[in-house]
C-alpha cells in the first residue's frame, strides 16, 4: 500500500491504541484489503503489538486479509436463502467467473463470497453485489448479472 | 493478613482468602476437581471446562467453571453430583476426540471416568486451552503467540505464522503444552485413535475417590500441582 494513503488514514491517530478497529475499517475501505505490510505499518504506528493487529484483524468478518476483487458477490447461504437454492447460485457464479469462493479471479475483477445471513431471508436468496442488494435470484438472473458487470469493465476499459 | 471468607464445597466448610478461586480453594483442602487449563499462578480462562461444579445460588444450582469463580462468603458448591459428573464425562470425551494424541487428554478422561468415545477422532494438535497464550501474554509479558480467527477457525499462531521478533525463545509454550506428552503407546495415527485405557487398572477415578485428591499420577502430564514429582516451575 502506498505509504502516502497510510498516512493519511493515520494522521491524529497515532500512538492511540484505541483507534485500531477504526484504522483498519479505513484501511480495509480504501485496498479493499489489509495487507501484511499495512498490518505491520499500523502496528508500529498505534504502539499495538503485531499479534494484537493480526488477531483483530483475522476475527472479524468485515477485515478480509487477501486481495478482493473490485467487485464483490455476495451469495447468503442462511437457511432459508440455502432451502431457495443458493447453492445453485454459488455453483453458477464460481463456474461463469471461474473462481473458488473467498478467491479473487485472475483478472482482479471479482470475487464471491458467501454469508450465512443477510437478514432478508422473505426476499431470499438474497445477493448483494459491492453494495446493491437483489432479491429473488435465480442462477438466470445470476448470469445476466455478472455478465452486465463485465460488460461495464469492458466499456470502461474502451472509454479510458 | 488477608481477609478469609467461608465456602461450602462438597459439604466441607473451607476457609479460603479472598480474591481465591473455587478450584485453588478445594485443591489446597484436597477436593480434587479435575482441570486441564489451569496453571498456577497464572490468569484463569475457564477453556478446558473441566473444573465445572454446581453453584447453589437461592435453590438454584449452577453450572460453571471453578477456576473463574471467585470465593464468596457463604457460597455452596457442589463438584460430584451426578449431574456434574455427567456433564464432565462428555467434555472430557469431547477432549479425547478432538486430541487423543495427548496423556494428559488421556489421563484427565479416565480420571473422569470415560469408558468409551463417541465422537468422531479428529486427531488435532491442539484443545486451545490456551496455556502457551496465557503463559506468553500474561506472565512473561510478552505478545509472541495468540488466539487467532474465530469459531472453527480458531487456532494458536504467532502473526502471518512467521516466528514472532518478540519470541525469546523460552520454551515455556511448549514446557505448558498438554500435547507434548504422547500416551504410552506412542503416538496414534490417524485411523488408529483409542481411548488409552492401559492404567486403567492402576489407577483410581474419580467413581472410586469421589471429591478426594488421591496425588494420582495423572497431573505429570498436565503439571497439576498435587503430582507427587510437583510442577515447581512458577512461583509467587
Same mark, same amino acid.
Given at each position: ?63 478480509? =486479509? ?95 | ?25 478445594? =485443591? ?88 468409551? #468415545? ?37 487456532? #494458536? ?80
Amino acid at each position: 500500500m502506498p505509504q502516502t494513503t497510510l498516512d493519511t488514514i493515520l494522521d491524529g491517530r497515532r500512538s492511540q491504541p484505541h483507534q485500531l478497529i477504526e484504522v483498519l475499517q479505513d484501511v480495509q475501505a480504501q485496498n479493499g484489503y489489509i495487507s501484511e505490510e499495512a498490518m505491520r505499518a499500523v502496528s508500529k504506528e498505534l504502539g499495538v503489538t503485531l499479534l494484537e493487529v493480526y488477531r483483530v484483524a483475522s476475527f472479524y468478518k468485515a477485515f478480509s =486479509l487477501s486481495p478482493r476483487g473490485k467487485n464483490v458477490i455476495t451469495v447468503c447461504t442462511g437457511t432459508a436463502c440455502h432451502v431457495r437454492g443458493a447453492k445453485l447460485l454459488i455453483n453458477q457464479a464460481t463456474a461463469q467467473i471461474g473462481v473458488e469462493t473467498g478467491k479473487m479471479s485472475a483478472d482482479g475483477l471479482f470475487t464471491i463470497e458467501n454469508v450465512n445471513c443477510l437478514g432478508a431471508c422473505a426476499l431470499g436468496p438474497v445477493v448483494t453485489t459491492n453494495t446493491d442488494y437483489h432479491h429473488h435470484m435465480s442462477p438466470g438472473k445470476m448470469r445476466k448479472l455478472i455478465k452486465s458487470y463485465q460488460k461495464n469493465n469492458k466499456e470502461e476499459a474502451a472509454n479510458e | 493478613m488477608t481477609e478469609k471468607v467461608s465456602v461450602t464445597i462438597d459439604g466441607a466448610i473451607i476457609r479460603a482468602p479472598k480474591g481465591l478461586s473455587i478450584l485453588d480453594a478445594a =485443591l489446597d483442602h484436597g477436593i480434587c476437581i479435575p482441570h486441564l487449563c489451569r496453571v498456577p499462578a497464572i490468569s484463569d480462562l475457564g477453556a478446558c471446562r473441566l473444573c465445572i461444579v454446581e453453584h447453589i445460588q437461592n435453590g438454584r444450582s449452577k453450572v460453571t467453571t471453578s477456576c473463574t469463580l471467585v470465593v464468596k462468603e457463604g457460597m455452596v458448591i457442589h463438584s460430584n453430583t451426578e449431574k456434574i459428573k455427567r456433564l464432565r464425562r462428555n467434555i472430557a470425551e469431547l477432549l479425547v476426540a478432538e486430541a487423543p494424541n495427548s496423556r494428559a487428554v488421556q489421563d484427565v478422561a479416565m480420571r473422569c471416568g470415560v469408558k468409551e #468415545v463417541r465422537y468422531p477422532f479428529r486427531n488435532n494438535n491442539c484443545i486451545l486451552c490456551g496455556r502457551c497464550v496465557r503463559i506468553c501474554t500474561g506472565r512473561l509479558g510478552e505478545k509472541a503467540i495468540g488466539f487467532v480467527g474465530r469459531g472453527m477457525d480458531r487456532r #494458536v499462531v504467532a502473526p502471518f505464522d512467521l516466528k514472532s521478533k518478540l519470541c525469546r525463545e523460552c520454551g515455556w509454550c511448549s514446557d505448558l503444552c498438554p500435547m507434548t506428552m504422547t500416551p504410552c503407546g506412542g503416538p496414534m495415527h490417524k485411523g488408529q485413535e483409542r481411548l488409552c485405557t492401559n492404567c486403567e487398572s492402576k489407577q483410581t477415578s474419580l467413581d472410586q475417590m469421589t471429591g478426594y485428591c488421591v496425588a494420582c499420577y495423572f497431573g505429570k502430564g498436565f503439571q497439576c500441582e498435587r503430582h507427587p514429582e510437583r510442577f515447581t516451575g512458577i512461583e509467587e
